[in-house]
């Protein structure tokens, strides 16, 4: 997961899709990128199960899992608090 987290268009990617889901077309309208570059990056979110997929019709939308996005904020937050070790 923080593989994918790592790239700034997959990032990209997850901002736009805060705002709802969206076909690859859509996606693709926001970025100078060839189709083919953005289904990658599609992808590589999906393997992370950071987003999921939906069909309607002959449409593909995407949309943010937050879900995992919830889950890794419980896990960072085991680390905050105060420091015992003093």
């Known amino acids: 997961m923080f593989?994918?987290?790592?790239?700034?268009?997959r990032l990209d990617?997850?901002?736009l899709l805060k705002k709802g889901k969206l076909s690859a077309g859509e996606?693709?309208?926001?970025?100078?990128?060839?189709?083919?570059?953005?289904?990658?990056?599609?992808?590589i979110l999906k393997k992370a199960k950071l987003i999921f997929e939906s069909?309607?019709?002959?449409?593909i939308?995407?949309?943010i899992n937050t879900s995992v996005f919830e889950e890794v904020m419980l896990w960072f937050?085991?680390?905050?608090?105060?420091?015992?070790?003093?």
Not at 3 to 9: F, G
Not at 31 to 41: D, R
Request: hydrophobic share 30%.
């Open 61 to 63: 939308y995407y949309e």
């Open 3 to 9: 593989k994918a987290l790592s790239d700034p268009i």
């Open 77 to 86: 937050s085991q680390f905050g608090g105060k420091n015992e070790n003093k």
């Open 27 to 43: 996606i693709c309208e926001n970025f100078n990128l060839t189709g083919a570059t953005i289904s990658y990056h599609l992808s």
């Open 13 to 15: 990617i997850l901002i």
């Open 55 to 59: 069909k309607h019709k002959n449409f």
